[in-house]
């Protein structure tokens, strides 16, 4: 997934350094793919304490265990495999700021109209996003957060969480349906219908009354 | 992956055969919309504190491991090392700790001397297992000076000394740190009554020498709610507070959190009624368990300081 320069050793050639007892290799490793590794926790916790702590774990755990490593799939694979345990292993022993919401439009605060996508809107937008994850079930969260987030292949997700490519595909449409009416208020030329801002005259959609 | 999920995060309707297509995004373009509006939320970036805490986490496990095989390769037995080389196939670092990674790859041609490797493989065995019991008999001579200079004895004294074993300035001044530890207690907050076994002693600063930073204890009750405010608070007032000289092991775990930059508070005090210390840099406060080192940090919250 990462372009090397030329002479830059692979991943797969600092992890067999680091088993062979090279003590820079592995924070080597890290830092090649420490990025993508720090999306990952970050997206699946929804805190970035919490995933300061998993992603720690997960490369404590990763530096220790280097040796198990096989070889039957990519050194990102393992390692983000290992980031995607680290986390929600995390989530299930400190189950906290769960976010309920019954999916209803109507509940939702009734957003500014966005004109222009400017930083503090994108900054705005990903916290809303955050607040969205932590909808749903933390598995569904992780297939999701893999394949649309971060764009990794169906078939790679399924090998990172010990599932089939079905369960993924499955997954991440359950989390798509169920994200659909929060993220569309997002979007530039929003709000949805039925979620308009009190006025005297906006007809109401709820049915009901007179 | 683990399989014990929370009831709450089992979803009946996740598993389909494999090859299953994804109706609903097919059916529904609206989802394809929700894939691409996904995509193009920015990744967020790796803070550059928390990745050198990471970095000098995995440094540390480096440095141990690096430790480690030098204790092994200069273990009393002069089997050890051959018989590492001469090891059966799949545990070439028996004599190391259990999770230690495999270091060396097995030398060739050895395998015709598996019987004489057998009867080696106990020799390191036994020297691992003196050297085991010398380090033991040492600590619990370190847990005794720890134990008579306390002014609370400890049952465990053992694992009292063994939470300080580098730390021999620490254990050295246990004794006098111990008295002075004890009259700030006697004016402290009610909650920092005792030494917790496995918890070195803070030792009085010493004029002449020049810490990293010193570890003050105020006795102030932190609350979490107030825990910024406070902290900010005792950052800039820490007159009339007892000051200490941090062990090794308290040094590390704040460098661990800090990121490698000086604390600007670290405070033996309590946080919602448990002994605990309070750290904080220009940016953030940590609470941290009182046995918190570098490979073991005890957080038990963070918050930042706004502003």
Redesign the interface.
Known sequence: MSDLAPGEPSDAALLRQ????D??S??LL??RH???L??VA??ITCD??DA??A??DA??SA?????DFRGDSAVTTWLH?IV??AS??LL?RH?ARAVTWSGDPAELPVPEPRQVLDSSA?TD??LD?DTALRTL????RAA?VL?????YPVADVAVI???????V??????S??K??PY??H??TGFPLPGNQPATGNVPSEQGGGG | MSGQWPPEWEDTGDVLPAGADQPDAEASPRLAEVSAYLASVPAPALPDSIGARISAALAAEAATRTAGRNHGELSPAGGTTEANGAASPGTPSESLTPESPALAPRPAGRAPARARVRRRLRLPKASTGLGLLVACLLFAGFGWVVSRGSSQSSSSAAAGAAAAPAASSSSAAGSSGSGAESAPKASGSAGSSAIRPGVAPLAPVNPGAAPLFTVIESGTAYQHAALARQARAREASVAGAARFTPTSQLIGCVLHFTGGTLPRLVDRASYQGTDAYVIASSSRVWVVGLGCTAAKPELVVSVPLAG
């Open positions: 680091h088993c062979e007892g003590p820079d592995f924070g890290f830092k420490s990025g993508r720090w999306a970050l997206r970035p304490d300061a702590d992603l720690q490369m404590i530096f220790r265990r280097a040796a495999r995607v345990n929600l292993d299930r189950p994108a937008s990903r996003i079930p933390p598995p569904q999701l394949v649309d987030m971060l764009g969480l010990g599932v089939s490519e079905g369960t595909k499955s997954r991440c449409a359950r798509r349906a994200l659909l993220l569309a997002l979007r």
